[in-house]
């Protein structure tokens, strides 16, 4: 290993001394082992929140509700305020200056544009 | 202002009693780690871990935290990037928590020994149970911690901050951090987790709204916007304002505020040297290198065609000389004579001298005179024409056929030479009239000449467009080309694809005629791919199109034509020298859109309630729980977390709980007095008092008292 990256101590020592089980012995190397953690909807489904009364704070009653305010639509490539949709690519855009930008643009890019708001086909 | 990071090893380890806390506030985007009691943390790092491979010996070493990008070029990492253990807030691989728990004691000092200290960590508000347990766990197995107390970030901040005098017994907590954002009311000092609430949203999504916005607004830079400079730009550059609408408004009409507004990143950018203009006498060296090779050129030539007539001449010379010696010799003898030339007969060497005087002619650029020879012979040459089949002998008639069939070619060439020659009259007559007519009335003919062109240019692009319909005047589609689905075909494709189901489907029904008439097999060809090309009307019209446009070209000075004048218009120029605003990185409207989607989540599709309704809400979760609410809990609203250090965060917040609440109500937002370390201060005052130690528990506690127990654990914070 080069010196300066020795020097600079950026790369985690595989032995500690102040831990009383080390990382090599937890997760042996050249062992397959399969996921060892949850994501995070499988640590809430195994919470079992519905066995307990409903007034008690939990993870999920805790998140806000959708929200109640007239919903905000803006054009999606410039931020201006959108009147219009575009049914071809279901863009929202401001003006006619906009449109035409959005019919000259390559289906990848309306698609990346579409993901920012969560609307991009998804193919399974 | 970019966070820090704090990583150097510390040495008074050993030195600090084991009855001391270790304070860690383990945020989403950073984790912190001091001694309880003292001001500030000592360890601060980047909460993510990249496992990339060393180049050169090929083994995986783990980097936590950020490190100088510089040193990063000695390994690869293009398999893995940097992870994180958190998924909104919640701890979920405990195997990335524990890399970072080992680089945050090795940095703390500890050596030698396992962890002797109480351990006060912070989590989410209502950190799933599962996660918890895994927290105490690793600490207690790994680590060998005597105990841990487990508390919610967004409290100690307050509980600082009211400690500080900042914000009083009763009110809100609104901590926006890394991926998620909070709302938590204090009554008497203590956190109302019933009443609390939760969107997921926060600067991660910010960066990276910002950094994807700009990846698309500058694809050729996309290389630049990684993701610590993105950051780094959002913390520089955005605000959020008061009125989104109105602020997008100026940007809209162009006003001089937006202009203003406009924030300009230059990207390191070196002018290409500009070329100058040759100078004349440069010009005119030029021109005279440029003829003098030319002449060389055309040396050459001549002197390779002299060379070439020079031998042909010498060639014929040879042939004629041994034609003269032939006539010498006796018939007997000939063959004897020529072995020694390589000819074979006398016949040969005339039809070799013909040749020869062909090509010396051609060589000395004469015309070739043959033609119009053979013309003049012709009615002599065809002899045999006029002479009936049955008085001549097999091999007459075979030669008869071959005049006959060169009769027919010599005679059809004369007819088209004839033709083209009247076509030639033709046009002439035709030019002069136009002439005249023109020479009357320059201006009339001038307009009927120009309506003329639009009509057929017209026609021209109407034949064009049915051939190719659909995908005229819709650019999204010209991109793609061909003709997709959903898209129209045209009259002829129709008929074709009308045929092609008959064809295929149309059989076994009814009787089979199908043959019986000529017409039948016509069917084929109109089937067939290209039939729809064949037709002449358009090519005539072309035609007459290119010489109405060659006549006004020559004529009218302003003349432009149709075809060249579209493409010009939509084409962009293909060489352009990049200038300095091609390296420029514009950020107008960026600067508010991005954080407005703390407001309106919507806006990146996340379907939650934005921070102001929020507190909403809270309030009302509060109300409806049976709570005495009292009226000052909107006085002392307190914003915290990173997220909330944008300029304009308060005032925008305040307009949007003073729409929620009775008119009259006091509002009061104080900003937290340093919102990214409140926390770990608050953490760490909290664990030097006395209340810490009875709150902990330690490993026999979490084994005898289960899980159940750790569900309900919950740090009072008041004491």
Redesign the interface.
Known sequence: MEQEVIESEMVLPTHLRFKKIQMYEKYPKGQARGRHWKHLKQIIQAENYQNYPADEPNYVNIESPPSMHPRKQICDITGYEAPYSDPRTHLRYANTEVFKLIRSLPNEYVQRYLALRNAAVVLK | MPFISRTQ?QSDYNLIPSSCPIVIDNGASYFRMGWAGESEPRIIFRNIVQRPR?K??GET????GD??PA?LK?FDCTRSGPRSAF??D?V????IM??IL??A??RLG??????NHPILITEC???????RSKMAELLF????VPSIAFGVDAAFSYKYNQKLGICDRNGLAICSGFSTSHVIPFINGEPV??A?????VGGYHVTD?LK??LS?KYPHHMARLTWEKVEDLKMEHCYITFD??SE??L??KGAKEAEEKTRCWQLPWTPTPVEEPPSEEEIARKAALREKHGQRLREMAEAKRSSKINELENELKGLEFLIQQLRHVNGNDIPSFLAETGYVSKQEIESAIVKVTQSLRKAKGEQDEIEEKQDLSATEKYTLIDVPDNMLTPEQIKEKKRQLFLKTTSEGRQRAKQKRFEEELERERRNKEDEERRLENPELYMEQLRVKYNDLSEKVEQRKKQKTNGNHG???NN??GGVGRGERLNAAQKERMRLLTTAAFDRGKGEDTFGIKDEDWQLYKKMSKDNDDEDDGPNEDEAELARVASRLREIDPTFFPKSEASSSGTEPPRFRPLTKEDFQILIG??RF?CPEILF???????????LD??AG?SIQRLQS?GQKLEDGITNSVLITGGSCLYPGMSERLEAGIRMMRPCGTPIRIIRASDAVLDTWRGAASFASTMHFSRQVFNKKDYYEKGEDWLRQYQLKYTF
């Open positions: 090893r060393h050169i010996t070493v783990t980097i936590v490190h100088d040193l000695y998924d909104n919640v979920f691989q405990f195997e524990e890399y080992d680089f004691f090795d500890a050596d030698q020994s396992p962890i508000a209502c950190n799933p149970v599962q996660s197995e790994t680590y060998g987790y019933e609390c609430c939760r969107t997921n709204y994807q916005l698309l989104y609408a997008v408004r940007f809209q819709n650019e999204g991109v793609s409207v960026e859109r309106h989540p919507n806006l990146i599709g996340i379907e939650q309630a934005g309704e929020m809400v729980r």
